[in-house]
């Protein structure tokens, strides 16, 4: 269209114009869908409206269906501790397994591992939620929890009755989920370096190492911020698998072993029953919460990869 | 080519049919779908022009369509409260099973048996141990673990939830008073699974665990079920009888609106509940009132028959004839839908 407009010598005819307002029309439906949720959402919270402060809902950590009481803070938490734990723990692998593929693996092993990684892209999230209550659950309570405890007891991330639900179990399910979004974002990132960066820092007398760490990553990096964002989108939606493993008890705690809930699993538990009008509003009331967290993330990510463009920009 | 155009040509006569059939929409609880999906489809045997749709998208959900008049019958496990009520006037609950709710454990314990008071202090996080002296003097000869208690709740909401804290109140003042009665509750401790293969999962998985499903549910799977202690003084063991016998010991109020936990009688089971099906006291369309009212009462007449394999306690007798009654008084457009002598077909 600019370039089309920009032109002096063509006039816009009628077909132009059309097409124009079809391409138009078609980005703004992606500001119209968003609209209507918030919208949708928004009627839906009427009845608590002017019965509960915003802020109030936001800072509170009572969650009381039968006196109406209501209060997002343990779900909003519980949201955002298993979202970074599964983001700290599937980030370095899935760098590691970018930098493996792109840089050492040999041509053969190439094919094999992205099938391998595509499918873990594929695999519905209520059959990883089954294996983390079958599998994960009972390893974490019986070898993983007894031993991060025994080492690591002085923390207070690792004390308490060990379960095995809880935030560790549904952040390690998460970050499963989450490997393929962040490694074959980052594979594809990696694919995009120029080969005369890398060819530049051996003939330097970089090693293979240090070529990598000086010339590839930094170049890398902006790529890498977004393919994370990615797999946090993700994890902060993630319903079914979490659900299954996290404990579903409202409750702020600072352990890793302890239980908690997430945003979108209270939602989908409650929603479907959930018969007088201020639950109902309250459910809406989160869902636009988990809506706003999503955005700030989303915005404060942005933030950082332009920092980082501008950064790496600079020095190179 | 030809063929295609000949099976093009007979798909479109099949939906010219079709649409001569009629086509009743439901929408609500899913505790009942199995038993309502064998229904729907046995009727469409004996009464080819009737078809239904149900959305099992949960009680909430159904006293809303209701409400909204967006679907011909509603379905709900719990009665529809009075506030609700008032926002739908007109509503009529038919009741059309039964079922109950089953305490299961994990702990080699052959038969636990649980008074009142001992399940409502486990369940507010007073008793912990399975030793504990009140669960021993329950269980007089058997030997309980040295071993916590893991409590296990359902997450989600669920009628379930709301015939065990309807129960609990029931018998424990400070239930009633601490938390209350609802399909989500705010549990004073436990752990919470989604729906019943949720919570059986966790109990399953974990040692020392106590939680509560479906009795349907418990028996498909043959969870060990605890006897509890009813209003009787009694001990009884969940069955479909138990639980029929608790809905033929209850005063039955007109509108069916009533909460059977803790009923009288000796066989009574005392977490059992009706399931329901809302329908407008006054339709606008005669003709769909008439097939939703002939099919609801083919449903607890001889619909019954098809409860019990599927593991639902049918109705007591009394309650059919209660039920005929409140189907006599339905109408639409001001006009009785049946008339005269009660089972014209």
Redesign the interface.
Known sequence: MDALSASPHRPRNLGDRLWGAGLVALGGAVAVVAGVIVLALGRLTTPLVGRVHLLEFIKGQ??????SSFGALPFIYGTLVTSLLAIAVALPISVGLAIFMVEIAPGRLRPVVSFLIETLAAIPSVVYGLWG??VL??WLRESVEPALAGAFGFLPLFQGPQ???GFLAAGLILAVMILPTIASVTIEVLKTVPVTLREAALVLGATRWEAIRLAVLPHARAGMLGATLLGLGRALGETMAV??VI????EIRTSLFA?G?TLP?VI?????????GE??AALAGLALVLFGLSILLNAVARLLVQAVKAATGSVG | MKRLILAAALALAGTASAADKLLLNGAGATFPFPLYSKWFSEYNKLHPEYQFNYQSIGSGGGIQQVTNRTVDFGASDAPMKDAQLAAAPGTVHIPTVLGAVVVTYHAAIDTLRLSPDALAAIYLGKITKWNDAALAKLNPGVKLPDASINVVHRSDGSGTTNIFTDYLSKVSAEWKTRVGASTSVKWPVGLGGKGNEGVTGLVKQTPGAIGYVELAYAKQNQLPMAELRNKDGLWVKPTMEGTSVAAAGIVMPDDFRVSITDAAGKDAYPMASFTYLLVPQDQQDPVRARALVEFIWWAVHDGQKYAAPLDYAPLPKAVVRQVEAKLKTLTAKGQHILVGSANRK
């Open positions: 009572d969650w009381d269906p039968v006196a209550l079958f659950v009972p379960i095995g639900l659900t299954m404990g579903n008890t409202p239980t809930y699993a989908a538990n409650e929603f479907a029953e959930a018969t007088s639950h109902v």
